[in-house]
Every structure is written in C-alpha cells, then in structure tokens.
C-alpha cells in the first residue's frame, strides 16, 4: 500500500508513458501494492490519476559517457489543488492502519521517501533518444529509465509542522511522535526528485555509439503534463547543435507553439530550455516534443571578437596561491563576443602543463586558473562551438602576485606582514577585517616591499575573522581576495554597573515595602546583544525594562517572604553576550522594614512578641491579600 502511495507521488515528477512508441497510455494498471502488498508494480501511471500541479521544473544533466544522467525535479503544488493531492494519496492507503481517514500523516510522508525510489525505478521517464537521421513516431526509442539505487526524494510542507489543525496519529500502531493534519488544508506543497548524494546519476540508457558525435533525434511525450519547464544540458561535444524541432500533435505539426531555445554554456555543454504544457480537457490527443541535433557546422558562422573590456595583450592574471585551483574571475564572460558561446582557451607550455597548469570556465563563465607554480605564461583565445577562433591571440601570465609572511591579532587589530612577488614592481591594496556581514575599517597602502599592515577589529564580533581587500598594479587585472588566516578575535566579558541614590543605596524601595527597584547600565566593548538575568531567593527572572545601554528591573520580595529567608537579601545580576562571555554582580539589599515593632496593641509585648516582631509586621488582612497577589508574579515590571 505505502509503494503505491509512492509511485503515485513521484508520478507528478515523471508521469509515465510508453516512449517506444511515443503515445500516451493513460489507463492505470492493476497493482498488489492495492491490496497492502509492498511489491508494488509502480508501471502504467500517470500524474492525472492523483495529481494537480501548478508547475513542474526538470533538469537533466547528461554525463560524459552518454550513458548516464543526473535528473532532479520539483513540482509546486498550490491552494486547493494541495488539498486535492493530500486526499488522493491518503485514499492510497486504503486497508493500512491509519490510512484513508480523510488525515495526511508524518508515517506517510516518511513512507514516500523511504519506499518512492523503488516505485520510480519501475517508471518511465517520458524521455527516448534514437542516433541516426530524423525520427518521428512509432520507432524503436532508446527510452532513458531510472536507476532505484541513485534516486532520492523528498518533499516540502506535506504535512505541515505546528499546523493548527495538527493532532497526533490516531492510530495505535502509528509511530512515536507521529502527527497528522486533515487532507483538506491549503497549505502550499512541493515534491522533489533528486540524485542521491554520493551518486552520479539516477537515469541511463544504451550509450549512443558515437557518444553525440553524430545526428540525433531526442522525443519527449508531454500529454496530460499541463505547465512545465524542460531544462536539458548535454557534455561537451564540438560542433552540437540542434538541426530541427518541433511539436506534433496526434501526428500534425504545431508551428504556433514557443520552440525550445539552445545556448552553448561557457564550458562548452549545450543547454536547451523547453517550456511543454497540454491543454486542459485536449485528452485523449497525445503530444509529442521531437529536437533533431546534429555536429555538422552551420552554412555561416561568424568568428568571435575580443570585447573592448578584455584584458589586453601582456596582462597579469593575478592568483592567490602557487598550487591547486583558484576563482581568477567572474567577469570573463564579458571578454569575447560571438553568437554561438564561446569559450577561454589558454595553451601553456608543454613543461607549464606537465607542471599542472591549466584554466577553465564553468557554466557561469567564471574563469578558474589551475597553478603549477609561481607564474605561467599562456596564449589565449576565444573559441566558439563550432571551433572557429578569435583572430587575435593575447599573452597572459597567471601568478601569485601577494605573498604573507605573518598575521596576528594583537590587541584590538590585525597586523600583516606582506609584500609583492616579482610579477609586479608595486601593488595598491585596500584591505579591511571581515565577518560575514560586519566589516571593519578599511586601509589603503601601497607596498614595494616588505610592509605591515594594521587592521582595526572595531565593528567585528568575537569569533573568526577574515581579511577582504583588493590589490591593484599597472598591467594587472584587479585581485580581489578574502583571505582565511585563522584569525581569531578574543571575546571581551560585558561590564555591569549599578546606580546608587542620594543615601548611597542601591535599591528604591516601594512603599508597600514588597518590591524594590534596581537600574543601572550594561556595555559590551564588542558591541553584541546582552542578556541580563537576576537572582533572589532562589529564584530567577529576565524581565529587565532596557533601553539602550541603561536598564531597569521591579523585584518582588514575596518569594523570600514564602521561603523564610530574612534581610538582607543576596542579589546575583549575570550579564551575557552572544558570544557567551559573562560578567556576574553581587549585592547585597537591606529591607528598611526589617525589625519594626506592631505598636497596634495596647504597648506590651512579652519576648515572644518581640522575637516574632524582628523580621517583619504581622500582615493585615490586606497586606497579606497583597503578598498572595505579589507571590503569583513575584518579579514585575515597574508600572508606568
């Protein structure tokens, strides 16, 4: 039962068709898993049997084997439409224990994730490629199917947490902890299909023989699939590029329907866009998406151009390490123009390349420089997909250009000692300390040769604390850095202080003599947030009117009065910042009532009246209707 629950979950992700022939199938197919049986034949579904969506994203990535593919999935699911959804996979559950009740529960949502791999294993994926000149129709598809062991799912707000109609399973054999909310909620849901982590794919099919290098027909069957986004990416492969599309419905060429677009990514991968929809109540039509590709160059092809914002002929490329990978750029994509993609290729020397140097650009065209040393210098040019090159090749030399000798934090500052490597004769640094969003202020210096930076860590907060600047030359592309040193700002404890009045007290008693006030001020030389909490009796209470840097609390002596416990009273006030640095006061306050005598009667006490009378008057009837008032929030805010 809980499979089927699955397979009709993941059905909204890749709702399933038959690609051999391309037609729609839409007649559910006969499953033990109705009958509670866990070997659930997930096959002959279609999200129209269970699902409303309002949107649905797929991307898939095709791996270099051409063999293999990473897909991921999400499908919005909104208003209404979600009560609709929630309703039909609780009557999934139908002879379950808890199921069918007209309640979506956690044990449910935990049985999509936990079992839906399997289910979609057993899918479609709506999706065929055939190598070969352009097909159409009923032939043979090379179908791309899922691969159970690669495949995660999940889900967001399924079963909304603290919902207001959210009750406890009513099953007895539900799990601890399980809760449930009325299938009829609204609240906006989303279903995710995703590739395991630690794996490469969750899709495959036979690899194409000539692994995209020759003309090829991909078909995707979108009938009953109402508002959706394809987003296909395929390896790098010279010269890809789509020959011929088209939308057929039962068979008839649509030629007002928006054709997928193509761009060539600056790695070099091909991505196409395809928005697909059906028109709703068009079943039983069936719609097919059919792209031809093909690596054959177009009749015209215009060469790519250096923009006027590339680094001209000579320049330095500045990097911030001798060895490994580094980000160079993220304005490369503005270097060259051409209408077919382009990409950055730098051909070092043999004995560079033995040494590992090398660049690249990834899909967002930033550029990443591999070093294998100090300094290298490469030739470079814009290539397009089709090979054609820029006409003119520029020398650039990659290197370090910032050397640290030392940084430490001594006092409240960063001090650094860096200087210039050879690639340039001086560098204008502007640098400052940094922390996630706080900043410290900056410094402008120019160094030649061996030179100290100081750092001011005024504005930054206790905790690790990096250095952000930017280093510029004549000849030299902008080197913009953050540099992680293990620096390390110490935390300083907040300070409290305590006012006094005129008499030198520290507490401004009431005049019912039940409650006294305290004020003061708290600094944090940091500057972070400061919890304050206080001590009386054994008992705490936070509830300390601040304003700005002073604060303010009314304490009751009510639960010292229940406790027994006699004047003066022990006060403990504990300051904490965020960085958990703590600063604890003591005092000491005296109850001026402390010893008074109740001269009420007739003026004769005998050692007994007088004993009982040291501590405190007897109460009245009011005074004790008070305590018993006091006691019940034995802390307060003063009262305006």
Known sequence: MIPVLVMLLLSILMPSIETSTLENEDQPQATSGRQGSLDVDCSGYTFEDLFEYDFALFNLDINDDWATGAMEAQAWVNGSKSAVVRDNLDGLFEGVPGGDDDWMSTDEREAVRSIGPKCIADMETRLGIREGIAHRGSVDWNDLEFVEDGIALDEVNLVPSGHAQERSCSSA?????????????????????????????????????????????????????????????????????????????????????????????????????????????????????????????????????????????????????????????????????????????????????????????????????????????????????????????????????????????????????????????????????????????????????????????????????????????????????MLDLDLIKANTPPTISIETNLQGEEAEWNLDGLKFTLSGNVIDPDGQEVTLMLWICDGTTTNFDRQNLAWEIQVSIANCIQNDVQSPYDIIIKATDESGGETTRLLQVIDPNAGAVDNSGDGDSDDDDDESSGILPAPGLIATLLIGLVAAGWVSRRQD
């Open 173 to 481: 054999l539900s799990d601890p902890g399980c809760k449930e909310v009325p299938v009829t909620i609204t609240d906006d849901l989303e279903i995710h299909l995703l590739t395991k982590e630690g794996e490469n794919n969750n899709v495959r099919f036979d690899q194409l023989p000539n692994q995209g290098s020759s003309n090829f027909t991909l078909a995707m069957n979108i009938t009953n699939i109402t508002d959706a986004r394809l987003v296909l990416t395929f390896p790098v492969e010279q010269g890809l590029r789509i020959a011929d599309l088209g939308f057929y419905d039962d068979g008839v060429l649509q030629d007002e329907l928006a054709a997928p677009v193509s761009e060539f990514l600056p790695d070099g991968r091909l991505r196409i866009v395809a928005d697909v929809d059906y028109p709703l109540g068009s079943y039983p039509m069936v719609r097919n998406m059919f792209i031809d590709f093909t690596t054959q160059a177009p009749f015209t092809n215009e060469v790519p151009v250096w923009s006027s914002t590339a680094p001209p002929e000579g320049t330095i490329i500045p990097l911030g390490v001798s060895s490994g990978e580094e980000l160079a750029s993220t304005q490369t994509g503005m270097w060259v123009v051409d209408e077919s993609g382009w990409n950055l290729r730098c051909n070092f020397t043999s004995a560079d390349e033995a040494n590992g140097w090398s660049v690249r650009m990834d899909e967002d065209a930033n550029l990443f420089v591999t070093a294998g040393g100090t300094s290298a210098t490469a030739q470079c040019a814009g290539v397009d997909a089709y090979g054609a090159e820029t006409v003119e090749h520029r020398n650039y030399t990659f290197g370090k250009v910032l050397t640290i000798v030392v940084a430490t934090v001594v006092d409240d500052e960063i001090r650094i000692t860096w200087f210039p490597t050879n690639l340039v004769d001086s560098l204008t640094v502007t640098a400052h300390a940094h922390q996630d969003t706080r900043m410290g202020p900056s410094v402008t210096q120019i160094i030649e040769s061996t030179n100290q930076f100081n750092l001011s860590l005024t504005g930054i907060s206790p905790g690790e604390v990096m250095v952000k600047g930017t280093a510029t030359s004549q000849g030299m592309e902008d080197f913009n850095f």
